[in-house]
């Protein structure tokens, strides 16, 4: 099922995006707790960490790398934090796989 973010990756809604390829999008999160703070999600709709499935291993691949470039980017050179919330347990609020990713 589509959430927000399939919104904002179909520019249903708007929002500030600073990075987009052909499998990944990363925009501002709306709430930020840092300087920066990004959430980088794929295009493909997965719900959370619980329904990954082994195709997706290059995806969460690419998403990880892209993570250092997107810090550098932002200025964080220092250092940077990342964060993925799944499932309610896991205090996840929008069910469509995000990393945060977090620095000031
Ligand atoms: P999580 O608790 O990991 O599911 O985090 C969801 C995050 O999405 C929160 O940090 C929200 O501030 C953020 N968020 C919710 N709606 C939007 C939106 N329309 N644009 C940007 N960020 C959003």
Sequence with gaps: MSTIFGKIIRREIPADIVYE??????????????????????????????????EDKDLMGHMMLLLPQLAKAQGLNAGFRTQINTGEGGGQEVFHVHIHLLGN
């Design 21 to 54: 390829d052909d499998r990944v999008v990363v925009f501002k999160d709306i709430n930020p707790r840092a300087r920066v703070h990004l959430l980088v999600i794929p295009k493909k709709e997965i719900a959370s960490l619980f329904e990954l499935t082994p």
